[in-house]
């Protein structure tokens, strides 16, 4: 196969999209030095993925996999446990304020509104204008 199209790839992955995805993870792991299939013909490793897709030299099903694999947050294991991913260093403590933020807010709506506020917690016409009436002389 000298040349590859997408015509020919479209009849082994019918969505073009999924065959974008699987194309560029399979060429992402030619790039970590994964062994090849077909000739390299100095061709990049995006046209040597699309020539194995095409040519069927690999098993599609198992790149899908792993490029599931690679974008899930939870691991299944073999034993059916479930194994959350370790948080980034201060994620745990961003997630525990945004909960709090969210608890406050909602009973804040339960109160009544604050002095000076409207019902949807702009400030006033008078707190804008610094807490002067028509009467105070400036």
């Not at 997408?6 to 995805?21: A, H, P, S, T």
């Not at 194995?52 to 099903?61: C, K, M």
């Not at 201060?90 to 909960?99: H, M, V, Y």
């Amino acid at each position: 196969m000298a040349r590859v199209t997408v015509e020919d790839c479209v009849e082994k992955i019918q969505n073009r999209f999924e065959l974008v995805m699987i194309a560029s993870q399979r060429a992402r792991r030619i790039g970590s030095g994964a062994g090849l299939t077909v000739d390299r013909d100095n061709d990049k490793n995006p046209v040597v993925a699309l020539r194995e897709i095409a040519g069927e030299t690999i098993p599609v099903d198992d790149i899908r996999e792993e490029l599931v694999r690679s974008h899930q947050r939870i691991i299944v294991s073999d034993d059916e446990e479930e194994q959350v991913i370790d948080l980034m260093e201060g994620e745990e403590e961003w997630s525990t304020l945004a909960s709090r933020n969210a608890e406050s807010e909602l009973s804040a709506d339960e109160e009544s509104f604050g002095e000076g506020e409207s019902e949807d917690g702009e400030p006033s016409l008078e707190d804008i204008a610094g807490g002067y009436s028509e009467d105070d002389e400036i």
